[in-house]
């Protein structure tokens, strides 16, 4: 019989390959304890698939390792950080780049050089480390993004759209003196890996202009929101990601960006700037946390990689791939009936842990069991995104309850096959299946800051 449709396949194929351990219950159950109930503390040979972050955790090409013998070690003006310099300008078309070791270190940078203490930050929700850059430099965070982006359920094509009225409120009430900049974030990560539209941006842009108020865009993974922009937005159809991605960055004054996402490394970030004065109070910051303002924490061989990664993640063939295999997943686990955020999202599919396990109370950290009983059931590693990476109100020291108490599916770009994604569906299926039993936890260590990195958990 003939075939109803032609399937597609990933664009690339297979070099080298790293073993992966299978584990027993019993040392999975060894495992968990040990670590406190929370996946950050796992061993990672103990892991068998691992979903934790799509951060860092890429397989790169072999132009990016041909790349990093390329490396100029110089401790001053490495031909790779005009290479780099050179790709940021011509993909992205902000003048100005300062390499910074990682996404956190250009958050650092940027929210001390705009940041007046007393100040608000809008943006379309919060995520952990920006938000905490900005609380550090005297700053509030507040979210604008739309009301359906804290609704699991709602399918919005952009969930990461702002809330204009929102803003213009915020802006009434503050003014330009109290706002320094708009922190918008491409595929905001925390409602699930949604996108943001272009014309809500075009939208937003036009607010903040007529304030003179800058916007910050946080690009780590804007070429998985372009390729939402292209499939979803009217008009968009058959522009390149390329050229979305241009349009994106030209709309806001700079960029924070962790090239370990999107620019498909391991390690690397950088700060991308279109005003001379911020520019050189950053590259005056930059060599007092970072490093040189021609490397910032990175090796010669880590910036060219970013370089050509830059290149790799514009391509058409490459993004429909890689949101594909999330697609692929999430569809999978739709299917079946299992509770996930629609729709599904760029980087990984959320469980929405509330509807999964409807018998537990947010106190008793329900998405932080359901990711420690996923790894218990098979070895895939997953992460808490609730309560517990909520953390605590700044002010008060309350526990932050956010409306999404979410497990994130992380998927790595370009290391797993479709048998993988099998796997993990199939293994939250029987999770699902067995979800009465599930038990809550309480906290028995609570670190100070980003304190889902570190916490540890004990059963009821
Ligand atoms: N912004 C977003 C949207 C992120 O997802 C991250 C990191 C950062 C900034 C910070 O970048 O890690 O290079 O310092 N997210 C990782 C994750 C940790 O698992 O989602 P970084």
């Known amino acids: 019989m003939k075939p109803t449709r032609r399937s597609w396949a990933e664009p690339f194929k297979i070099k080298v390959v790293e073993p992966v351990r299978l584990t027993t219950p019993e040392q999975r159950l060894r495992a968990i304890q040990e670590a406190g109930y929370n996946t950050f503390l796992l061993r990672s040979e103990d892991v068998y698939i691992d979903l934790l972050t799509d951060s860092g955790t890429s397989a790169m090409s072999d132009r990016q390792w041909a790349g990093m013998m390329l490396g100029d070690e110089a401790y001053a003006g490495s031909r790779n950080f005009y290479h780099l310099e050179e790709m940021v300008q011509k993909y992205y078309g902000y003048k100005y780049l300062i390499p910074t ?49 804290h609704d699991p359920a709602s399918e919005h094509p952009f969930k990461g759209d702002i809330d204009l009225d929102k803003l213009a409120a915020l802006i009434r009430e503050h003014g330009r003196e109290r706002i320094p900049y708009v922190s918008v974030a491409a595929t905001v990560n925390m409602a699930g890996g949604q996108p943001i539209s272009l014309a809500n941006l075009q939208a937003v842009r036009e607010l903040t202009a007529r304030h003179g108020i800058r916007i910050i865009l946080d690009a780590t993974r804007v070429a998985e929101n372009a390729y939402f922009i292209q499939q979803r937005e009217p008009g968009q159809q058959g522009r390149s990601i390329a050229s979305i991605v241009m349009q994106i960055c030209s709309l806001t004054d700079g960029c924070t960006m962790s090239a370990k996402k999107d620019a498909l490394v391991n390690i690397g970030g950088f700060l991308g700037l279109n005003d001379q004065d911020v520019f050189e109070e950053a590259r005056n910051l930059v060599v007092v946390y970072e490093g040189l303002h021609t490397y910032g924490g990175m090796a010669g061989r880590d910036m060219e990689a970013v370089a050509v990664g830059i290149e ?29 955020v629609l729709p599904i999202g760029g980087h990984g599919v959320f469980i929405d842990a509330r509807s999964f396990l409807p018998h537990l109370p947010q106190e008793q950290y329900p998405a932080q069991a359901l990711a420690s009983a996923i790894y218990l059931d098979s070895g895939v590693r997953t992460m808490e995104r609730g309560i517990v990476s909520a953390g605590r109100n700044k002010e008060t020291g309350q526990e932050n309850k956010p409306r999404l108490e979410l497990v994130r599916l992380t998927i790595p770009r370009r290391v797993y096959t479709q048998a993988h994604m099998d796997v993990v569906a199939e293994s939250v299926l029987s999770v699902f299946e067995g979800r009465a039993a599930v038990r809550g ?20």
């Open 441 to 460: 936890l309480r906290m028995v260590y609570e670190p100070r800051y980003l304190r889902f990195f570190q916490a540890r958990f004990e059963p009821l």
């Open 101 to 149: 070791h990682q996404g956190r270190g250009a958050e650092h940078i940027v929210s001390r050089v705009l940041i007046q203490p007393g100040d608000v930050i809008p943006g379309n929700m919060y995520f952990t480390t920006t938000r905490l850059h900005q609380e550090l430099a005297g700053g509030r965070f507040e979210d604008v993004i739309i009301a359906e982006a």
């Open 312 to 340: 790799e993640s514009l391509d058409d063939d490459h993004i429909r791939a890689r949101v594909g295999q999330v697609l692929y997943l999430g569809g999978k686990m739709r299917e079946w009936g299992i509770p996930i």
